[in-house]
């Protein structure tokens, strides 16, 4: 054990299960010597959450639904009181209504693109503004994102314009906090089946796709983006920040498909 993470506490918010990518960066986190603290969204995932935390050794912040700004503000104010000051921060929520992450994206409705928006994107932004009054050490804020932000993607539809708008943030973000050394950026995870994940439309096609036409010719999983990302919010990665990391076996550099690679 290096111990990489040694002496550095954070929050980590967006843990639903065992299968969560907000999980996995926990546990590489965790196995380098952090500290760490989990929130829940509702009742329902309270009794999901409370048991990884005890696993991995992680206080709880308690309720925290981004659409319901007191709630963020009473998880900041839980630790500050516990902690004083945190070094960082993972942000792994989105959210689309599931109905219109299927067919075309014109489809969208006004009250899906806001609240998309809002709990996809403005989340992160609201997140670090509380953030940035614990982090008097410097700190690393990580966000998840994924390839539909920059390309078109069957079935991704208001979630990649959230998650192109959600990558503009981290930059806008970067640079306002480049002062305090507060460094934002963003994963961009290949596709990994999780609870979200179930609700975008011909799943198991993106999988096999993917797994066929990466350049390592395989998917990713919740442990290769959880160290990649222990990475972007360590030390090692000091001189970074603004940054889009893609962790997606090289997927976005393929431009057409192989030759040789299996029909899907
Ligand atoms: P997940 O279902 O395990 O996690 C999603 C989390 O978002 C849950 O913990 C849920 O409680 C939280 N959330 C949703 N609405 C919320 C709200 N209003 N307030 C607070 N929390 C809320 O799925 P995941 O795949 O681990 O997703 C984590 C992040 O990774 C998301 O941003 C997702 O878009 C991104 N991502 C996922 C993939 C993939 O293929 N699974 C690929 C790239 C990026």
Redesign the pocket.
């Known amino acids: 054990n290096m111990g990489l993470m040694r002496g550095k506490r954070g929050v980590i918010?967006?843990?639903?299960?065992n299968?969560?990518?907000?999980y996995g960066i926990a546990k590489s986190c965790r196995d380098q010597g952090a500290e760490l603290a989990f929130t829940w969204?509702g009742d329902a995932?309270k009794k999901r959450v409370e048991p990884l935390a005890k696993e991995l050794g992680a206080i709880t912040l308690g309720h925290?639904?981004?659409?319901d700004p007191a709630t963020i503000d009473a998880v900041f104010a839980e630790v500050k009181k516990q902690w004083g000051k945190i070094d960082f921060v993972v942000h792994?929520?989105?959210?689309a209504d599931k109905d219109q992450l299927d067919g075309r994206y014109l489809e969208t409705t006004q009250e899906n693109f806001t609240n998309s928006m809002l709990?996809?994107c403005y989340?992160l932004t609201a997140i670090t503004q509380r953030a940035e009054h614990l982090m008097t050490d410097g700190g690393s804020i990580l966000t998840?994102?994924?390839y539909g932000a920059e390309k078109w993607m069957p079935h991704y539809n208001v979630?990649g314009v959230a998650k192109a708008a959600l990558e503009a943030s981290v930059r806008y973000l970067a640079a306002d906090l480049g002062e305090k050394n507060i460094r934002v950026n963003a994963i961009?995870?290949?596709?990994?089946k999780?609870?979200?994940?179930s609700g975008i439309g011909d799943f198991r096609y993106i999988l096999k796709w993917n797994e066929a036409n990466a350049p390592l010719r395989r998917n990713v999983t919740q442990e290769e983006v959880g160290d990649s990302a222990m990475y972007l919010l360590s030390d090692l990665s000091r001189g970074v920040t603004g940054e889009v990391h893609h962790v997606d076996s090289g997927y976005h550099v393929t431009g057409m498909k192989r030759p040789e690679a299996p029909d899907i």
Do not use: E, K
């Open positions: 918010l967006g843990v639903a299960n299968r969560s990518i907000a969204q995932l925290c639904d981004v659409t792994a929520i989105a959210f709990i996809s989340s998840l994102s994924y979630m961009s995870a290949g596709p990994i999780t609870l979200a994940a």
